[in-house]
C-alpha cells in the first residue's frame, strides 16, 4: 500500500485524523472537534493499495426531536441522547456492525454508499462528512472502507438477505455495540464532525472537460465539452444525489452548464446562471466570489458549478476565513469540493472528491 498523509490527489485514512484509540467509548462531550476537517477521495484510488477491494457505508444517524432543515448537525449533547446511529446485525457473520458494502461494477464510492444503505438498511439517507478510509488484509488482498455521515431522511427498516436486526442507540450504546474496533474509530470520527454543527453544504464542481482553447476560436464561453467531459457530466448526478441538493447554480461558461445539466434533469431542479460565480469575477477579487457564493447556496445543500481558477481562491479564502488552511488545494476537471458551513457562514471543513467516474 502506498503511504501518504492524506495531502494532495490521494485518499485521506481514518487513522490521519489521530484518534486516541484508548477513549473511543468516551462520552461524546470529552470528543474534541476537529477544526478545519479536510478529508479526499484520490481520483484513482486503485493505485493507493495493494490489491484492493474497495467498499463504502456510512454512520447512519438520525435526530431524536423533529428538529428542521438549517438545524445544525449535533454529536449527542451531554447525555447523548439528541442523536441515535444505527448498527446492524448480519446473520451470514454473526456480528454488529455499520452500513457497507462493496463497490459494484461501473461505480463511483459516493454511489457505492448510498446504495448499499439503502439496500440493508431500507432508508434514505443524506450524505455529509467523509470521514475517510479504513483499510485491512482481506486474504492476499487489501479490504478498503470508505466511510461518510448519512442522515435518515426517509425510509424504514425491512429485514433482507444480508441483515435481520437494526438497532437506533446512542453513539456511547452504539461503540459498546458494534464487534469491531474499527467500527468504534469510525463512530468517534463521526461524533467529532457532528460536533462542529454543520447547518449547510455546497457541492463546489468544477466543469467537466472542455475543449482546448487552443482549438477553439470562438468566445470562450461556449467552448463545449469533449467526449470524456460528457462522461464526468452524465456520472455527476451518481455522486450529487448522496447529497439530496436543493439547487442548482452556475457561472456563466457553457462548459458549466453543460456539466450540471444531467444532475439538473436528474433531480428535476432549474439551473440558475450568475457571472459573479465564475473566473470572471476575479478582475474583482475573490471576495466578490466568495460572497456570490454564499448568497446563492441558501439551500441546505446547492451544487455550484465553476471554473478552475477561481475554486481554489474562494475555497482557501473561506477557509482562512475560518481560521485554518487547505494544503495542496487541487481542482481536478469534473471533481467536487463538499463544503461544510455552520450557521454564521463559517466554513467548518471540506471534502474533496477527485473524479465522478467509476473507481478503477
Not at 492524506?6 to 470528543?31: I, M, Q, W
Not at 474534541?32 to 463504502?56: C, K, L
Not at 438477505?161 to 470520527?189: F, G, M
Amino acid at each position: 500500500m502506498i503511504s501518504h498523509t492524506g495531502t494532495g490527489d490521494l485518499s485521506t485514512s481514518l487513522a490521519s485524523r489521530n484518534l486516541d484509540k484508548g477513549t473511543s467509548d468516551r462520552a461524546v462531550e470529552t470528543v474534541e472537534a476537529p477544526v478545519g476537517h479536510v478529508a479526499r477521495i484520490g481520483s484513482t484510488p486503485a493505485d493507493e493499495f495493494e490489491r484492493p477491494v474497495f467498499a463504502a457505508g456510512a454512520v447512519l444517524w438520525r435526530r431524536t426531536s423533529p428538529d428542521g432543515p438549517g438545524t445544525p448537525e449535533t454529536a449527542g449533547g451531554d447525555n447523548g441522547d439528541e442523536i441515535e446511529i444505527a448498527v446492524i446485525h448480519r446473520p451470514h457473520y454473526d456480528d454488529w456492525s455499520l452500513p457497507k458494502g462493496k463497490v459494484d461494477p461501473g461505480e463511483n464510492m459516493v454511489a457505492t454508499a448510498t446504495r448499499e444503505i439503502a439496500e440493508e438498511t431500507g432508508y434514505s439517507p443524506t450524505l455529509g462528512w467523509l470521514l475517510g478510509y479504513i483499510h485491512y488484509p482481506l486474504g492476499n488482498k487489501t479490504k478498503v472502507v470508505y466511510y461518510w455521515t448519512a442522515e435518515v431522511t426517509d425510509g424504514r427498516f425491512q429485514d433482507n438477505n444480508e441483515v435481520d436486526e437494526l438497532h437506533w442507540l446512542s453513539p456511547h450504546d452504539a461503540k459498546a455495540k458494534v464487534s469491531y474496533d474499527a467500527d468504534r474509530d469510525v463512530i468517534t470520527a463521526a461524533e467529532e464532525v457532528l460536533a462542529l454543527g454543520c447547518t449547510r453544504r455546497v457541492l463546489y464542481v468544477r466543469h467537466a472537460k472542455a475543449m482546448s482553447r487552443d482549438n477553439w476560436e470562438e468566445d470562450d464561453d461556449l467552448r463545449p465539452l469533449t467526449k470524456k467531459g460528457h462522461r464526468q457530466a452524465a456520472a455527476l448526478p451518481t455522486v450529487l444525489e448522496g447529497y439530496q441538493p436543493k439547487s442548482v447554480f452556475t457561472a456563466a461558461p457553457e462548459r458549466c452548464r453543460a456539466t450540471v445539466e444531467p444532475t439538473a434533469g436528474h433531480l428535476g431542479l432549474d439551473i440558475e446562471m450568475n457571472v459573479n460565480l465564475g473566473d470572471a469575477a476575479l478582475q474583482h477579487s475573490a471576495r466578490t466570489v466568495m460572497e456570490a457564493l454564499v448568497q446563492a447556496s441558501s439551500a441546505p445543500v446547492s451544487v455550484v458549478c465553476s471554473q478552475g481558477e477561481i475554486i481554489p481562491a474562494v475555497v482557501s479564502g473561506l477557509a482562512e476565513d475560518a481560521g485554518f488552511e487547505i494544503e495542496d488545494l487541487r481542482t481536478k476537471k469534473g471533481s467536487v469540493w463538499v463544503l461544510h458551513f455552520g450557521a454564521d457562514d463559517t466554513l467548518l471543513g471540506a471534502d474533496y472528491l477527485a473524479s465522478p467516474l467509476p473507481v478503477r
